[in-house]
């Protein structure tokens, strides 16, 4: 099955012209893998088709949104009938609070909410107002863990937790940065050792309840319900970044998932049913020092678009007629079983990481994967060759060995099958290697 990537290479190399870097986000330039990022053309149910007319099996999802698979129908159609009406107002519609009062069925915690473009708005936009609300500038964010783009959130490797961040991003100045507090994913004496460092200074703790960002590191023991009481006891603010998890690890994200209320919560991704979409809300005491009610700041020309609010209501709407969630889990399962098999029938050594339908591969001789320093340790060379041996068998998976796997509904038995044999070939390239 060799493929011809033609009209990729060609695009690509006109796209570098007048893009940079060839896309409008890093990731997609394919840099952890080598090669040629694919041009898709189009895309349905689980597969995509690249402009060289190659159809693959897609494990991206769009990062995450895809969960019902691609060009769902129903959410084709609410856009379409949207778009009839108008693009925009910049007023506000009945469709923001019908959406808002959806989602408030799955966050309960959500006691009021503001809609704005994209998770990096959600998360920024969380913070400050849990600095306005606080009148603390600290914030605690874990090692790896990624809350979007903000100068200030850009920190996440070296100096250890107990030190204060530096920047990973050029452009970014040290003072930006000197407010963010980091901890190690799944060590909870870190974080109570900087609360105490900073008592009175820390505004909130922001954290992806389940890491999707470093690979799959899913929370180990206690450790979340540990966290949320130590924050209420600090009478800290706890941020639920659910931008990946919300809608994915369970209807009500991992805050069902494991039982806890958070202080405020961040959506993203599934909410937008593939617009650009976020979304931050929770305690209505909080939310009540908002603007226009309260003296933080936040607005946006687009915010609650009726395009992307009639995209999300009918992607929400669905998820919870289908409850879609045991069976996603089901096949989840069968996938990282069967490979976590044909990586051991090869003596290849693997962690494979899941939680729900999001699920990650680690080439590393490690018993587990629970932080950001061993996930550090994985061969990325390894990864590499996987990588492009899934590819050769028409499977995408996300570019980097830093990124989770996402299933959709539309992947059933017959993909099921494809991946796993693909797999055999890739891992057996990896065995070569
Ligand atoms: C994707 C993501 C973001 C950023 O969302 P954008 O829409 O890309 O700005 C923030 N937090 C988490 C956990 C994410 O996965």
Request: aromatic fraction near 10%; hydrophobic fraction near 40%.
């Amino acid at each position: 099955m060799v493929k011809s990537f033609t009209k990729s290479t060609q695009l690509f190399e006109k796209s570098k012209k007048v893009l940079v870097g060839g896309v409008n986000s890093p990731v997609r330039a394919f840099g952890s893998v080598g090669g040629t990022p694919l041009f898709i053309s189009q895309a349905k149910g689980a597969y995509l088709w690249d402009e060289d007319g190659n159809r693959y099996l897609d494990y991206v999802g769009s990062w995450g949104p895809m969960i019902l698979g691609h060009a769902y129908p129903s959410v084709i159609a609410a856009v379409q009938q949207a778009a009839e009406s108008g693009t925009s107002f910049g007023a506000p519609t009945a469709r923001e609070i019908e959406f808002a009062r959806l989602i408030q069925q799955a966050f309960p915690s959500m006691e009021q909410i503001r809609f704005v473009n994209s998770g990096t708005e959600a998360t920024m936009s969380a913070i400050r107002l849990a600095r306005g609300f606080t009148g603390r500038d600290k914030i605690i964010k874990f090692e790896g863990a990624y809350h979007g783009h903000a100068d200030y959130l850009l920190v996440k490797a070296g100096s250890g937790a107990t030190t204060l961040g530096v920047p990973t991003s050029k452009g970014v100045p040290a003072s930006f940065t000197e407010h963010t507090l980091l901890a190690r994913y799944n060590d909870l004496a870190q974080v109570q050792q900087l609360l105490e460092q900073h008592r009175g200074e820390v505004a909130a703790i922001i954290l992806e309840p389940v890491c999707g960002n470093m690979g799959l590191v899913a929370p180990q023991g206690p450790f979340l319900q540990q966290l949320a009481e130590l924050a209420k006891a600090e009478n800290v603010l706890l941020i639920f970044d659910e931008v990946m998890t919300g809608f994915r690890v369970a209807f009500g994200g991992a805050q069902e998932l494991y039982g806890i209320r958070p202080d405020l919560s961040c959506l993203g991704k599934i909410i937008g049913g593939g617009l650009p979409v976020g979304a931050f809300g929770g305690r209505a005491d909080i939310m009540a020092h908002l603007a226009p009610e309260g003296p933080v700041y936040q607005a946006g020309t687009l915010s609650g678009n009726p395009l992307a609010m009639a995209a999300g209501h009918a992607m929400i709407q669905a998820l919870a007629e289908q409850k879609p969630y045991s069976q996603l889990n089901q096949t989840a399962k069968i996938i990282v079983d069967g490979i976590r098999e044909r990586a051991e029938q090869r003596h290849i050594p693997m962690v494979a990481a899941r939680l729900g339908s999001m699920f990650s591969f680690f080439f590393t001789d490690q018993a587990a994967v629970t932080n950001y320093d061993e996930v550090q340790q994985i061969s990325a060379d390894r990864f590499k060759v996987f990588y492009h041996g899934m590819l050769e068998q028409g499977v995408y998976l996300p570019p980097s060995p830093y990124e989770a796997w996402f299933l959709s509904t539309e992947h059933g038995e017959a993909e099921v099958e494809i991946t796993l044999s693909a797999a055999e070939h890739a891992l057996d390239l990896v065995k070569k290697s």
